[in-house]
């Protein structure tokens, strides 16, 4: 975290999917198993953070986040990633074509299901962070990509309480990494952009957007899988906070 200047942020914003929240790996799981994949959550887990920066590279080129197309596309990246599929070897145009086929299934399933069951899981130590932080007199909001249900979504897992705003693409209109949905969310926080950063999972999306609006990005990076983006990087929400609340102390 050498390069973010945490003695001068005042503010986090923190997008939801993969930050704050995760995806229910035992519905992901299930409906794997349904088109004969069997899987660990564990594995599961591992192979959809590996395949986030090919979903960046997609992104960059101008997809939206939120279409079913770019989920699919994500979707068989950490399908194909999965130890059970990879052990197997196979390759060939039927094996592609039957790929492509479960996980056009399985990532219409998983948004069949809803955003709010889909993205259920508090990610470890993300309710300790934010109450930390809270308390500490740090700003909080989050800035999401999403249909409209984050606000809602938050409520329900128990995280809204410790939350200043929620900016929801769909509500406000503007997708990150369009700017305008950063510095709407800084209007009304009411934060200036040097002294705010931005976490999130995905570099074409959340740093580069957070750039565009002067704010500070940091990609959230579990697993060490992103080695060609230049920028500040954590493992965890949990992380970051530890490292910023610790910055804070030492400075009184």
């Not at 962070?129 to 800035?143: K, M, Q, S, T």
């Not at 809602?152 to 705003?165: E, H, K």
Request: charged share 25%; with cysteine; proline share 4%.
């Amino acid at each position: 975290m050498h390069t973010l200047p945490l003695a001068d942020i005042d503010a986090l914003f923190l997008d939801a999917g993969n930050t704050l929240v995760g995806m229910d790996l035992a519905l992901v799981c299930q409906r794997l198993a349904a088109h004969g994949i069997a899987a660990e959550p564990a594995d599961v887990e591992r192979a959809e953070a590996g395949a986030r920066p090919a979903l960046s590279r997609l992104l960059a080129r101008g997809r939206s986040s939120e279409d079913r197309d770019t989920f699919v596309f994500h979707i068989r990246n950490a399908i194909a990633a999965l130890p059970s599929v990879a052990a197997r070897g196979e390759g060939g145009d039927a094996a592609d074509a039957e790929l492509d086929r479960i996980a056009h299934a399985v990532a219409h399933e998983l948004k069949d299901a809803g955003t709010r069951r889909l993205w259920s899981r508090v990610l470890p130590g993300v309710p300790e962070a934010l109450a930390a932080l809270h308390a500490a007199g740090v700003r909080l909001a989050v800035v999401s990509n999403s249909d409209g249900s984050i606000e809602a979504g938050m409520a329900a897992v128990g995280l809204r309480a410790y939350l200043d705003a929620v900016f929801d693409s769909r509500v406000v209109g503007f997708e990150k990494p369009d700017a305008r949905i950063f510095t709407a969310a800084l209007a009304q926080i009411g934060t200036k952009p040097e002294r705010t950063a931005h976490l999130g999972d995905l570099h074409a999306v959340d740093v580069v957007g957070a750039r565009g609006a002067g704010v500070h990005g940091v990609l959230v990076d579990p697993f060490d899988d992103w080695r060609d983006d230049a920028c500040p990087r954590t493992r965890s929400t949990a992380e970051l906070a530890r490292a910023l609340l610790d910055t804070r102390g030492a400075a009184r």
